[in-house]
């Protein structure tokens, strides 16, 4: 069974620094790509970062470009989102988001691309 468990998320205050991990298990035998998708009540679910499986290839959505960073750690099952320079915009809840590959330098960057998620950490930026 898949199962992706975020954590991290927390209360700071604008200008500020979090770090997210999701610790992934059950996916076995496969590269995947993960990302980090974020949403607000009522609003779309938006995509943040996404990351190859080997770790090589990143992209990130512009809105947060220069001040996020996505990594991952294959021996430890985990993918992390160091977020720097928060804004009061940047308030939402975070879902990590997996999809098996071919390749070990795919990544996806549509939520209809990944099959797997997880339930989310909140995120509150106070200006």
């Known amino acids: 069974q898949v199962q992706l468990v975020e954590s991290g998320g927390g209360l700071v205050q604008a200008g500020g620094s979090l770090r997210l991990s999701c610790a992934t298990s059950g996916l076995t035998n496969y590269n995947y790509a993960n990302a980090w998708f974020r949403q607000v009540p009522g609003k779309e679910r938006d995509f943040v970062a996404a990351i190859s499986w080997s770790g090589g290839n990143t992209f990130y959505a512009d809105s947060v470009k220069g001040r996020f960073t996505i990594s991952r750690d294959n021996s430890k099952n985990t993918v992390d989102l160091q977020m720097n320079s928060l804004k009061p915009e940047d308030t939402a809840g975070y879902y990590c988001?997996?999809?098996?590959?071919?390749?070990?330098?795919?990544?996806?960057?549509?939520?209809?691309?990944?099959?797997?998620w997880g339930q989310g950490t909140q995120v509150t930026v106070s200006s």
């Open positions: 988001a997996a999809v098996g590959t071919d390749h070990d330098w795919v990544l996806a960057t549509r939520k209809s691309d990944y099959d797997y």
